[in-house]
């Protein structure tokens, strides 16, 4: 597959696997999914477990399979989790574990080094909005709820963004 090599890095996205807490999946389970969802591939660069370990999965320098209009300018980590418990009604839920949010912080820290000007951004965060920056709807409503919780107030405290 031909594709032009991701250089222009702007946004730095944050997804999560939307699976419940129990269910401790990796790349294998999700390049397994996005294949039947007529990828070639695992749609993210990177897959963190519920144990804070990390799985690669498309090349850093390939762009990815994740956030429709913004792919050729982003780079993907998964968190595994994300949705309630139960894992019966879908509901979002902020259930990764410290090891996950500490790994995480560790990853976009290793980006934002070598794209310095790019955003930290929830999945949700770009899939309201236009790639003009417009919104799809007014501003504050939700289409997504990806990745459960709102990611830049939170890389803020960690010192990842201004």
Same mark, same amino acid.
């Given at each position: 597959?031909?594709?032009?090599? %991701?250089? #222009?890095?702007?946004?730095? /996205?944050? *997804?999560?696997? $939307? ?14 999914? *996005? ?19 990390? +799985?690669?999965? =498309?090349? %850093?320098?390939? &762009?990815?399979? *994740?956030? $429709? ?23 979002? +839920? ?7 949010? $500490?790994?995480?912080? #560790? /990853? ?12 930290? /951004?929830? *999945? =949700?965060? %770009?899939?309201? =909005? ?16 990806? &990745?459960?919780?709102? /990611?830049?107030?939170? $890389?803020?405290?960690?010192? %990842?963004?201004?």
């Amino acid at each position: 597959m031909n594709y032009k090599p %991701l250089t #222009d890095v702007r946004y730095l /996205v944050v *997804h999560c696997s $939307a699976t419940p807490a129990k269910m401790d999946i990796g790349v294998k389970e999700i390049d397994l999914w *996005h294949r039947a969802r007529g990828f070639f591939s695992i749609g993210y660069h990177v897959v963190i477990r519920r144990n804070g370990s990390v +799985e690669f999965g =498309r090349p %850093l320098g390939q &762009p990815g399979a *994740h956030a $429709a209009d913004f792919n050729s300018v982003s780079r993907a980590v998964c968190l595994v989790g994300g949705v309630d418990v139960a894992g019966n009604s879908g509901k979002a +839920e902020n259930n990764f574990t410290p090891a996950q949010f $500490a790994t995480l912080y #560790d /990853v976009l820290h290793a980006w934002k080094d070598e794209f310095p000007h790019a955003d930290i /951004v929830g *999945h =949700r965060d %770009l899939f309201d =909005r236009n790639p003009d920056g417009s919104y799809k709807k007014q501003p504050g409503q939700r289409l997504k709820d990806c &990745p459960s919780f709102d /990611v830049q107030p939170w $890389a803020k405290l960690q010192g %990842l963004l201004p």
